[in-house]
């Protein structure tokens, strides 16, 4: 079955960086891109951007261009994301989902990431 | 970024039916329709609906999307304890070339 499996909670300090994996498994890996997707807390969701595993091309949110970078390890069908100078407004439960076929967008989430960010 | 635009709660009884609705433009909704998620307090989103009322395997059949000009809605028949949740609406959107989300309804069975 397909799953999504993603790394440990963080606390991180102002100005400080975060790197955060997507492990997938029960599909084939290079076929299907990832979604970044984070919700801060008691808020909506709110996109960041889009890997494709394959040729590890990304797209990004405008608001997070210059600080974010999404990449992959086809060797362990990891994606990672990685977001720097953090502030307390990154605080926020941090999500990976899958670009199903045939336009099913985020037909396969992860369990989440809560990343705090405090000092 | 512009996103889409949903009420932020909608409150019916149980086995009442419930219609939420998700409001774009011609760049986004207009263009290809909108995907609908749930998602339980604690939990992530769960994809019930996608592009022109397409359903993944195992979604109820209570669930029923339909999109007309650039609005999309999603129609809960038969209301269940368990529908309380939170309800999201998503679209590409051609002209930001990047995805939008709705702001979220909050869906009370009473």
């Known amino acids: 079955q397909v799953q999504l499996v993603q790394s440990g909670a963080e606390v991180k300090e102002p100005g400080a960086s975060i790197k955060v994996s997507c492990k997938a498994s029960?599909?084939?890996?290079?076929?299907?891109?990832i979604h970044w997707v984070r919700q801060a807390p008691g808020q909506g969701l709110e996109w960041m951007g889009i890997?494709?595993?394959?040729?590890?091309?990304?797209t990004y949110a405008q608001k997070f261009q210059g600080r974010v970078t999404m990449a992959r390890d086809t060797s362990t069908s990891t994606v990672y994301m990685h977001l720097s100078s953090l502030r307390s407004e990154d605080t926020a439960v941090y999500y990976c989902?899958?670009?199903?076929?045939?336009?099913?967008?985020?037909?396969?989430w992860g369990q989440g990431i809560l990343v705090t960010v405090s000092s | 970024q512009a996103g889409l635009t949903q009420p932020p709660s909608v409150s019916k009884g149980l086995r009442q039916t419930a219609t939420l609705t998700c409001t774009g433009n011609s760049n986004n909704i207009g263009d290809q329709g909108a995907a609908w998620l749930q998602q339980h307090q604690g939990h992530p989103p769960k994809l019930l609906s996608y592009r022109n009322n397409n359903r993944p395997s195992g979604i109820s059949e209570r669930f029923s999307a339909s999109r007309s000009g650039n609005a999309d809605s999603l129609t809960i028949t038969g209301l269940q304890p368990e529908d309380e949740a939170d309800y999201y609406c998503s679209a590409w959107d051609s002209s930001l070339g990047a995805w939008v989300f709705g702001g979220g309804t909050k869906l009370t069975v009473l």
């Open positions: 989902a899958r670009e199903g076929g045939s336009g099913s967008s985020f037909d396969y």
């Open positions: 890997i494709n595993p394959s040729g590890g091309s990304t």
């Open positions: 029960g599909y084939s890996f290079t076929n299907y891109h």
